[in-house]
């Protein structure tokens, strides 16, 4: 009965109003029994961010896991998340108002999981093992994703990019995005080792997916963690990728993000 009705979400948009009741008592019960909870956004929708501030408000976990901060931009916005609005979009990122409740929802301790931006950059042109701040073999940083898994995120990063581009510069975004992955990965495990967990993950959909983001390297490294994964959909268009609870919101009015790259 539980898929029949994440199958639903996939398929029935979900009225804003609706989302007073979304996450229910019985997604709930399954998120208060995890060690990691991944909390996936489209980084522009405000809907998704209210449901992230609600399930860190209900959990109150020790530990916040955050895509959008380096450790010392954690550092500076736990001293004062009123005031960090200006650092905040400094960084490129989405109006902040959207993002404070879920900083201040709790006490839980910050912890900044994001790859500088230079780092991204020779990512890029060098490869995630050039840049990794870990042990490579432990997390599969050490050999070539397998060749139907580099195909077909080559496919992905070739649409995401409104094939706009050569198919075969694709192969550097997927580096940045294992090392994103990869980073988050470990930050989260520094932060239950310092906290004792449970930790919140906040990020994109697309680290938070099942198959191969953040959730695959904890499989690898800590199978004996609970990990409970969340997608968040605009429209009924489902993120890709398998998560355990899926909720959905409608799209917000956005420019068309093919045009600067026609």
């Known amino acids: 009965m539980k898929s029949l009705l994440l199958v639903a979400l996939f398929l029935i948009p979900v009225p804003l109003a ?6 229910g008592a019985q997604d709930m019960a399954l998120i208060s029994d995890a060690d990691v909870v991944i909390v996936g956004e489209t980084h522009d929708n405000p809907a998704h961010h209210v449901v992230q501030a609600r399930i860190v408000a209900a959990l109150a976990p020790p530990a916040l896991v955050v895509e959008m901060l380096t450790q010392d931009e954690a550092t500076d916005l736990a001293a004062d998340p009123q005031s960090y609005a200006a650092a905040w979009e ?3 990122w989405p ?15 910050i912890f900044g999981a994001a790859v500088p931006r230079e780092v991204a950059r020779a990512t890029y042109t060098d ?3 050039a840049h990794f701040d870990g042990d490579l073999a432990a997390f599969g940083l050490d050999h070539p994703l397998p060749d139907d898994e580099q195909a077909l995120r080559l496919d992905l990063q070739f649409a995401a990019h409104c094939e706009a581009m050569p198919r075969d510069m694709m192969g550097g975004m997927i580096e940045v995005q294992r090392l994103r992955d990869a980073t988050l990965a470990k930050v989260t495990l520094g932060a239950i080792d310092a906290t004792g967990g449970p930790v919140v993950i906040i990020t994109g959909n697309g680290h938070a997916r099942s198959d191969w983001g953040v959730p695959a390297y904890l499989r690898r490294l800590r199978p004996d963690l609970k990990v409970v994964t969340i997608g968040q959909a605009e429209d ?7 998560f355990d609870l899926l909720y959905d919101a409608p799209s917000v009015e956005r420019p068309d993000p093919c045009a600067s790259l026609k």
């Open 18 to 23: 609706a989302m007073d009741t979304v996450p």
């Open 90 to 92: 400094d960084a490129g």
């Open 95 to 109: 109006d902040y108002e959207m993002y404070r409740p879920i900083f201040t929802a709790s006490d839980a301790r």
């Open 127 to 129: 490869g995630v093992a």
């Open 236 to 242: 009924g268009q489902a993120p890709e990728g398998g």
